[in-house]
Every structure is written in structure tokens, then in C-alpha cells.
């Protein structure tokens, strides 16, 4: 099993923790979140993880130097140049992810949820790519039908509605940051462009391919993307990290 985890964020909503520090390196009680999210992977069975890193890059190479990359094969994609966004960044990374289906977490995603099972159920539908999602507030959502397959996105703030499929009812669900991907979605992603979102492909492909929502509310889920919720996720780290 194959993973890819964004790390390459500015981190700019828990400034002045990152103004010296990788969003990727900030910690949880002394475990930062990239090392949570290599271990998690670990457990599920990834042995080939690669880390796309931007700012404070050289940080980031570091720490995985001084743990022995954690005793499995995993490689960076430098964006240090360039921040490619998400669909830009796994299309770089493409070269190491060709092979087989993969997971794709974003650094910041703090969760009890089970990869392994995760990825054994987008391998068993066969769908170009599984998402993780919840029942919860927020402004932006993916919309499903009643079968789980996308059909569309909408932001709530903006009232901009994005539909790829016309369905009569579709389910508001917001994305966890974590995706099950065939190798498949490199075929779709534009020829032109090194800067693009991943949710831009979801939608255009949505129309003709399957992605498929796997819900996941039972789990302790969390985006620690502000100081306040560094200060919550403290309270889950002894769920979330594995034991190792």
C-alpha cells in the first residue's frame, strides 16, 4: 500500500506557531502531526509514503532524516519553488503513485479512522476515488446521491452550486481530508496546467466516473488547523495515535 500526505500548507491560521515551523512539524504533546500521520499509515499497512513539503521545507527533510524515515520508504516532492495546490502537488507526485490504488491524507487531519479498512472498501467497489466524509457544519460540501456517489459541490457562503449529475436528492456531506485514489485519476488530470485543485477533477469526472462517499461519523475526527483545536485535539491524541 502506497500513501501520499500533504504537508506543504503555509499554515497561515496558527500563526506565530508557524511563522518559525512547518504547519506539517507543529505538535500535539511533543508528537507533531506529520509524524501522527506516518505512524497512522504505518499501522494500516502503507511502506511507501511520499510528503510534498513548501514551506520550511528543509524542516520537514530533517525530521524524517533524524527518524530514520521511520523505518519505511518515504520520499518528498519538493514544492519549494512552487506550491502546486492539491491536484498540482499529487500530479507531481505522480511518478511514485502510478502503480496501484493509494491514500491521500492531509497532514492536518487528526482521526481514529481505520485506513486499512477504508482502503479495502474503495478496492472493493473499484471506484476512481473514495471520500472520507461527515454529517457536520461547515460552508462548503460534496453532494451525493442516495447511493453515495458525487454528484456536485456547494458553497453556502458564496451560493455557488457545482453539479456534475442531475439528481432530485442529493446529501450535503463535508470531506475529511482523506481519499482512497486510483491510479486512474493521472489520465484525467489536465495536460497544461501544474497548478490545480483535485476537487476541480472530482467534479468534471464525477459525471462519468464513480467517487464514492464513505462515511465516517462514528469517528473521532478533527482539523486542527487553528490554535484552539490544537489545544482540543490534545484531549483525542491518546485515540488517534497508534500504538507502535
Known amino acids: ?12 491560521r496558527l500563526r506565530p506557531i508557524t511563522d518559525a515551523l512547518p504547519k506539517a512539524l507543529v505538535p500535539i504533546k511533543g508528537h507533531p502531526l506529520l509524524e501522527i500521520a ?4 504505518k499501522v494500516a499497512g502503507c511502506r511507501d509514503i511520499i510528503v ?12 524524517l532524516q533524524r527518524n530514520d524515515h521511520f523505518g519505511i520508504n518515504i520520499q518528498v516532492s519538493d514544492e519549494r519553488d512552487l506550491l502546486l495546490d492539491t491536484g498540482g502537488g499529487l500530479k507531481k507526485a505522480a511518478w511514485f503513485l502510478r502503480d496501484e490504488p ?23 467497489n473499484d471506484a476512481l476515488a473514495t471520500l472520507a466524509v461527515r454529517k457536520r457544519e461547515s ?39 482523506i481519499h482512497a485514489i486510483s491510479p486512474r485519476i493521472f489520465d484525467f488530470f489536465p495536460k497544461d496546467q501544474s497548478v490545480f485543485s483535485i476537487i476541480d477533477t472530482y467534479l468534471s469526472t464525477s ?3 464513480r467517487i464514492l462517499a464513505y462515511p465516517h461519523d462514528e469517528d473521532i475526527w478533527m482539523d486542527v488547523g487553528k490554535i484552539p483545536q490544537l489545544e482540543q485535539a490534545e484531549g483525542v491524541l491518546d485515540q488517534v495515535l497508534p500504538k507502535v
Open 139 to 177: 460552508s462548503r460540501y460534496f453532494l451525493f446521491n442516495p447511493a453515495g456517489q458525487l454528484c456536485g459541490w456547494s458553497n453556502e457562503k458564496t451560493g455557488e452550486t457545482r453539479l456534475s449529475r442531475a439528481e432530485d436528492s442529493l446529501q450535503h456531506l463535508c470531506f475529511s481530508g
Open 207 to 209: 459525471a462519468t466516473e
Open 102 to 124: 493509494f491514500l491521500l491524507t492531509n497532514a492536518d487531519a487528526i482521526t481514529n479512522l481505520d485506513l486499512h479498512k477504508f482502503y479495502q472498501t474503495h478496492l472493493q
Open 52 to 63: 510534498n513539503i513548501h514551506h520550511f521545507g528543509q524542516q520537514i527533510i530533517d525530521f
Open 1 to 12: 500500500m502506497r500513501a501520499m500526505i500533504f504537508a506543504a500548507g503555509l499554515g497561515t
Open 38 to 41: 506516518i505512524l497512522r499509515l
